[in-house]
């Protein structure tokens, strides 16, 4: 695709960007309102061959800053969000609601990263960034008060995918600085085209991803579009063809040059080895009316029967894809709020945190 086409897109995806934002605002006015973030901060991205910035806003309890957690030095579980948008619309702060109940709920700490977006950044950008950000958390875990061996991923649709994908990156990223540390660094180091990013941090700690919480993701891309609607038992509710095309053009580029089956795009049919390597704690809703409802179920079944994950898995009737986010300023759904709670302390399932 030539550049015009390229700003094309970015112009479209800048339009509804700015509409999604209209949308986001009317839904978080509903009560209980959505907390703004309890502070954020910018990195700089290390892993992506494209250089930027990284914002993240963090949503902590109550307790966080107060005298006594400084004095008994208290740590928090830390959940990391992605928000949802196709890798091309959308902003970290359209889950507050979410973040609020994460809070109040599991006295976590949600750290929401505003990843950089398609067709900007096209893949894998958005999934190097998410890897960056959890890095940064479990070398900055002191300061910021948060434990680095109980980290969980959440996410929403896109961000759904980002659940899955960017642990299984982390794991890789993990696996390659082991390498570079047990042969000297040298050998290794400069068979890499962003070797400079796994020295780029200066603590050899890993952190421990103890649990998913996925909504309705977007996991197999080797399904097409087509594929997937065949599977929706309601065709009036999948998703526009103008968007899903806008997400699909802007993110899976250059055209013909990204490979469907990576595990960092289609997690649910990554490789056994890398599936056996996510936590054992797995919860996953989907909605009954979405396109990738179907896929989704799949991959619940492989987790289980495959791996035997403890995975608690619901599907949600007689709701389409991103059912969580309508722009009701009037009215917040008590159903969902307690799907939000339930994600905390699953049956089936230790507690998400």
Request: aromatic share 10%.
């Amino acid at each position: 695709m030539g550049q015009s086409k390229r700003w094309a897109l970015k112009a479209q995806a800048v339009m509804w960007r700015n509409l999604m934002d209209i949308g986001m605002h009317l839904h978080m006015l509903a009560p209980p309102p959505a907390p703004a973030p309890s502070f954020s901060t910018t990195i700089s991205s290390k892993l992506a061959s494209k250089s930027g910035k990284i914002p993240l806003h963090f949503y902590v309890p109550e307790s966080y800053n107060s005298d006594e957690t400084k004095q008994s030095k208290h740590i928090y579980p830390v959940v990391i969000n992605f928000h949802g948008g196709g890798f091309t619309i959308g902003r970290a702060t359209d889950n507050a609601q979410w973040a609020r109940a994460v809070v109040h709920y599991a006295d976590a700490v949600v750290v929401s990263v505003d990843y950089r977006l398609a067709p900007e950044h096209p893949f894998p950008t958005a999934i190097e960034d998410g890897v960056d950000a959890t890095l940064y958390l479990v070398e900055h875990a002191d300061e910021l008060k948060i434990d680095p061996h109980r980290i969980a991923y959440s996410g929403f649709s896109a961000g759904g995918n980002m659940s899955f994908s960017v642990p299984i990156r982390l794991a890789e990223e993990y696996r390659t600085r082991k390498m570079q540390r047990e042969a000297g660094g040298s050998e290794i180091a400069s068979l890499r085209s962003d070797a400079a990013s796994a020295a780029s941090y200066t603590t050899t700690q890993e952190g421990t991803v103890i649990a998913i919480s996925s909504w309705y993701p977007s996991i197999n891309y080797t399904n097409t579009r087509d594929e997937r609607r065949k599977t929706n038992v309601r065709t009036d509710k999948e998703l526009p063809k103008f968007f899903t095309n806008l997400f699909d053009a802007s993110y899976l580029y250059p055209v013909n040059g990204v490979d469907l089956k990576s595990p960092w795009l289609s997690p649910g049919i990554a490789p056994s080895e890398m599936i056996k390597d996510l936590p054992e704690n797995i919860i996953l809703y989907t909605c009954e009316w979405d396109e990738l409802c179907a896929e989704a179920d799949r991959f619940h079944h492989r987790l289980v029967n495959d791996f035997g994950k403890k995975v608690v898995y619901k599907k949600v009737i007689g709701v389409a894809h991103a059912f969580d986010k309508m722009p009701n300023p009037l009215h917040w759904d008590p159903k969902i709020e307690t799907m939000y709670r339930e994600k905390h302390k699953p049956k089936g399932a230790e507690c998400l945190c």
